[in-house]
């Protein structure tokens, strides 16, 4: 795992396609128990190093009912983007993450991590790469039916502030789904530690 954490670092794969140059962010363990597979760094995570060091983040921690130690316990959590870098930006925000990183790197991390009894997918690139034709019509009703893709994956929308009218817009997620999340989260962490 040091070794191919150490070849994720120094990746150039897509370089000429990343406005503020390659910066690999990622984090994985080998007892890791819980991967997080998101969308892409944003930019100040790409200043900081620190992956969902930003609203985000601080979104996800709270969705997860989890501390900022846990959630940087690489031991408990696996934080492997779509992208490992800084895809730069969009009309509408960033760029999509780049599409070299996921077939490049993440069976090589997967398979390193035995333990992984929980993989939340989030967002919809995410889902695409991993759930391919089950995915549902849209981003809403895949995470609507959020149990059929029990117990290989967790579908969750982005925890982006600019997502905060979709959750308005679907309380069913804070009253169904959210709970469920917890549950399955805090299951495994308390198997962690015992």
């Known amino acids: 795992m040091k070794q191919l954490l150490q070849n994720i670092s120094t990746c150039t794969i897509c370089e000429r396609y990343l406005p503020l140059g ?30 969902w060091d930003d609203p985000s983040g601080k979104q996800l921690r709270k969705w997860l009912g989890v501390t900022d130690e846990q959630f940087y316990n690489d031991r408990l959590f696996a934080l492997i983007p779509m992208g490992f870098c800084y895809p730069g930006k969009g009309n509408s925000g960033d760029l999509p993450p780049r599409p070299e990183c996921a077939p490049q790197w993440h069976q090589m991390l997967l398979k390193q991590m035995p333990n ?20 549902k019509s849209n ?26 009218f979709w959750l308005r817009k679907n309380p069913w997620f804070e009253e169904e789904v959210l709970p469920e999340f917890q549950k399955r989260v805090s299951t495994v962490l308390n198997d962690a530690i015992c």
């Not at 962010?25 to 890791?32: G, K, R, S």
């Not at 029990?150 to 929308?157: A, Q, R």
């Open 139 to 164: 981003l809403t009703e895949t995470v609507r039916h959020y149990a059929e893709y029990l117990p290989d994956y967790f579908v969750m929308p982005h925890p982006s502030p600019r997502n905060r």
């Open 22 to 51: 390659p910066r690999p962010i990622v984090t994985a363990h080998p007892d890791a128990k819980i991967a997080i597979i998101g969308q892409a760094p944003g930019a100040k995570v790409h200043a900081t190093g620190i992956p």
């Open 116 to 135: 992984i009894t929980l993989t939340i997918l989030i967002g919809q690139y995410a889902q695409k790469y991993y759930v391919k034709e089950r995915l």
